[in-house]
């Protein structure tokens, strides 16, 4: 079992060679790219159902235990997110697909997307699956120099300066995250995670709060964390919705999963949680009021983003089991919402030529298919039962109501206000968007450049792959009993932290 932990990273670097050498057969690279994306959810399936039962799968690369060698490492946190996160890279690429055929026809190449969007899947897959800080930084930077690629393609001159603020602010993170390792190494003479569980355990308490302190603000800026939020809202909404969409559901996510495998099995503190709580809370509210004050529906959604991270947070600084919990099942859910709600917003930039609010109406008149898939989504994200938004925010909020600290009551009735917001901020592009009578479309006004709206035109994939996702939020409701079942266990291996280090350290031994 344990080739299964590698395929998901050498797959998709092999299949992104193989499309640019047929750089000049684009059905080639279509079918390249879902094989290998359908093959990646069907291992991360099995992957998921055997460490459920069995326990971590590992592999030590070249035979080399740590300290010193490469580790991959699945548990039931990082299969099932490597799980959920194949379903939505495979929808996007066949929205992707679908709206490159309606837009260029079917037989023009891409030179740069396909292989550049494999390379990141590799990435996000490496983040998952790495036993060590070390491969996690590698990770990152494949991860974040396809997203470079991709955020700039057929660029024009706003999407220039967009694009400079996300390349800064990751570079300027990368050189904190390599500065952090540094300093971990120097402390414990190890960066392989489960060897500094204990490394970092025996440190003196000041150096090893001052370690997890740094690893919050590196791991906050990729997570987009207020006050570390500023490049977010400004970056993704300038991207085509295919892009915009996979970042928007994963790039921060993995940034958060490396905050909960880092904070829950090597850096421990009472006054972290404290930190952690109070960052939730602004992160909810800041996110949320940013939202409400846009007229551009993609900043407004990139807003919401920001917000809904901080329900994540939230779980993880209250570090219980029932907390832990919410947590996985809020990245699971918001993983599957996020990326839906952008892909829907590309469908209705495409019908409305427009990103204003204020310019745009008639929606659900017009294209009512795109209304109800946004009314869906909306809702989750929002939390309103019975979609799976509500189902993971109870468990945020039964672990709130469970503490016994002044600070988690104060975050839990800021997680209430901040769903009543959301609601707001969604109802407000129910309203700008899908209500009065139907107007013509804006034509394009650059029509050079990659994001093509005004068009009305949508191909069946594009429709299909955004209703498949919807799909896939409505299902995280529906077994909503056997994911946090699943998710229950995934919390309790993060708080014992026993089986984990046994896999990987056993192995070694």
Sequence with gaps: MSILVALPVLLPLLAAALSLVFNTFPRVQRVLGVLVLSAIVVDAAVLLAHVDRAGPVVLRMGGYG???????????????????????TLAVLVFSIGQRITDYGRDTASN???????????GVALCYVTGDLFTLFVGFEIMLSASYVLITRR???????????????????????????????????????????????????????????????????????????????????TAPAPVTAVFAGLLTKVGVYALIRTQTLIFTSEAIWTLL?????LTMLVGALGALAQNDINRMMSFLLVSHIGYMLFGLALYTEIGLTGVILYVVHHITVQASLF???????????????????????????????????ALSLAGVPPFSGFVAKIALLRAGAESATFTAY?????????????????????????????????EDPDPTDEVTVGTGNTSRGMVTATGALVAAGVAIAVFAGPLAGVSGRAANDLIDGKSYREAVLGAAR
């Excluded at 740069?112 to 590799?122: E, K, W």
């Design 277 to 281: 709580l109070v960052t939730a809370l």
């Design 66 to 88: 740590p300290p010193i060698g490469i580790t991959l490492v699945a548990d039931r946190l990082s299969a099932l997110l490597l799980l959920v996160s194949a379903i939505v």
């Design 410 to 442: 104060l975050v839990t009735g800021g997680a209430v206000l901040t769903s009543l917001l959301s609601l707001y901020a969604v109802t407000k592009i129910w309203v700008g968007a899908f209500w009065g009578e139907a107007r013509p479309p804006y």
């Design 112 to 122: 740069t997307f396909h292989p550049m969007y494999l390379v990141l899947c590799a």
């Design 155 to 237: 660029t024009t001159a706003q999407r220039v300066r967009a694009g400079m603020t996300y390349v800064i602010v990751s570079l300027t993170s990368s050189l904190l995250f390599i500065t952090m390792i540094a300093l971990v190494y120097a402390a414990t003479g190890t960066v392989n995670l489960a060897d500094l569980a204990d490394k970092v355990a025996a440190l003196p308490p000041g150096i090893r709060t001052s370690l997890g302190l740094f690893t919050v603000v590196v791991f906050g800026i990729k997570a987009a964390l207020v006050p570390l939020h500023f490049w977010l809202p400004d970056s993704y909404p």
């Design 343 to 377: 892909l829907v917003g590309g469908l209705i930039t495409r019908h409305t030529g427009t990103v204003s609010l204020r310019a745009m109406s008639g929606v659900a008149t017009a294209y009512p298919l795109v209304a109800v898939l946004f009314a869906i989504s």
